[in-house]
Nanobody
Framework: QVQLVESGGGLVQPGGSLRLSCAAS????????MGWYRQAPGNERDLVAR???????EYADSVKARFTISRDNAKNTVFLQMNRMKPEDTAVYYC??????????WGQGTQVTVSS
C-alpha cells in the first residue's frame, strides 16, 4: 500500500503562483510515475503533469510553460509549481502514484481556486 499526502492548495489571484506537494509513504519500491491530475465541477479528471521514474516528464498542453513538476527522490515527494495562473486552473488537484505493475493510488485532493 502507498499513502499520499497532498498540501499547498488555496486561493490565488489570476497571474499568481502556488506550489503543491505530494509525499508518498508505505510500499514505495516500484514507482513507475507520480503525477498531478485535476478535476473541475462537471468535468472529468485530467492529467496536468507527470514525471516518470527514469525522468521523462509530460505536461498537458494547457499548462505548458506555466507549470513545472519536480521531485525529491529521497523524500518520495513530487511538487507542482504553478505560475501565471488562470481562472480556468480552478479545480481539485489530485496526486497519483503508479507502480511498475500498474497499480495506482490517489491522494485525497486539494482545492485550488484562481479568482480575484
Amino acid at each position: 500500500q502507498v499513502q499520499l499526502v497532498e498540501s499547498g492548495g488555496g486561493l490565488v489571484q489570476p497571474g499568481g503562483s502556488l506550489r503543491l506537494s505530494c509525499a508518498a509513504s508505505g510500499s514505495v519500491f516500484s514507482r513507475y510515475y507520480m503525477g498531478w491530475y485535476r478535476q473541475a465541477p462537471g468535468n472529468e479528471r485530467d492529467l496536468v503533469a507527470r514525471i516518470f521514474e527514469r525522468g521523462d516528464i509530460e505536461y498537458a498542453d494547457s499548462v505548458k510553460a506555466r507549470f513545472t513538476i519536480s521531485r525529491d527522490n529521497a523524500k518520495n515527494t513530487v511538487f507542482l509549481q504553478m505560475n501565471r495562473m488562470k481562472p480556468e486552473d480552478t479545480a481539485v488537484y489530485y496526486c497519483k502514484y503508479v507502480e511498475d505493475g500498474g497499480r495506482s493510488y490517489w491522494g485525497q485532493g486539494t482545492q485550488v481556486t484562481v479568482s480575484s
